[in-house]
């Protein structure tokens, strides 16, 4: 039972454009959410996060939507640069500590 | 700060054997999580420790087992390994108080992995 999807494996953006990474979510408890970014060789770090009683959170190039009606987050990435390149995962919480992770999308940005 | 550091890096077992795993949370975070990660999937919670007790459990049999030492320092055990168990173990560690709600709760760092391969 995937509880957080990720349904595309993988994105190719051009360098200064805009990368839009998807998750679907199907568990209504679900009140946090998080988005981390994992490079070869190196634990996930985390990028940006969401509380469920907010609809968007910024933080620089990075913006995170949350549509609770529709189970959905994405986060934006504007703009983009090759340095993002890496795997996004987005993450969802009930409770402190225990992270429910999609499967991951893998961005390529292109100089 | 010294962030999050796990050992070893890699190891090689075969089927039927025992590991541990060894994690040093970051300074000042007192829980410590543990995820396996198989290959092309994400990370997926096994338990996580708090004050030195089992604090949450996910969906793994009770032949993983772990420890959390009072420096917050942590151990993944698992016993009579699987070809499945075969996978990138990471630990994560946060400030939060056990099950807490918020960033401070849910804010993971995690380490880098150990890869363990069961042949």
């Known amino acids: 039972d995937q509880q957080v999807k990720q349904n595309s494996p993988s994105l190719s953006v051009q360098e200064g454009r805009i990368s839009i990474l998807n998750c679907d979510y199907t568990?209504?408890?679900?009140?946090?959410f998080l988005w981390y970014k994992k490079y070869p060789a190196e634990g996930p770090t985390f990028l940006i996060s969401i509380s469920s009683i907010k609809d968007k959170n910024e933080d620089g190039r990075f913006t995170v939507f949350l549509n609770k009606s529709a189970k959905h987050l994405s986060l934006h990435i504007v703009p983009s640069q090759p340095g993002d390149s890496a795997v996004y995962f987005c993450a969802a919480s009930t409770w402190g500590g225990k992270l429910t992770f999609g499967q991951g999308t893998i961005l390529t940005v292109h100089p | 700060e010294t962030g999050v550091t796990q050992s070893p890096t890699h190891l090689i077992k075969t089927r039927g054997q025992q590991v541990t795993l060894r994690c040093s949370s970051q300074s000042g975070h007192n829980t410590v999580s543990w995820y396996q990660q198989a290959l092309g999937q994400g990370p997926q919670f096994i338990f996580q420790y708090y004050r030195e007790e089992e604090n949450g459990r996910g969906n793994f049999p009770p032949r993983f087992s772990g420890l959390q030492f009072p420096n917050y320092s942590s151990e993944l055990n698992v016993n009579a390994l699987e070809l499945d168990d075969s996978a990138l173990y990471l630990c994560?560690?946060?400030?939060?108080?056990?099950?807490?709600?918020?960033?401070?709760?849910?804010?993971?760092?995690f380490g880098a992995g150990s890869r363990l391969t069961v042949l």
């Open positions: 994560a560690s946060s400030p939060g108080t056990g099950r807490g709600r918020g960033s401070g709760a849910n804010v993971l760092t």
């Open positions: 568990n209504s408890m679900f009140d946090y």
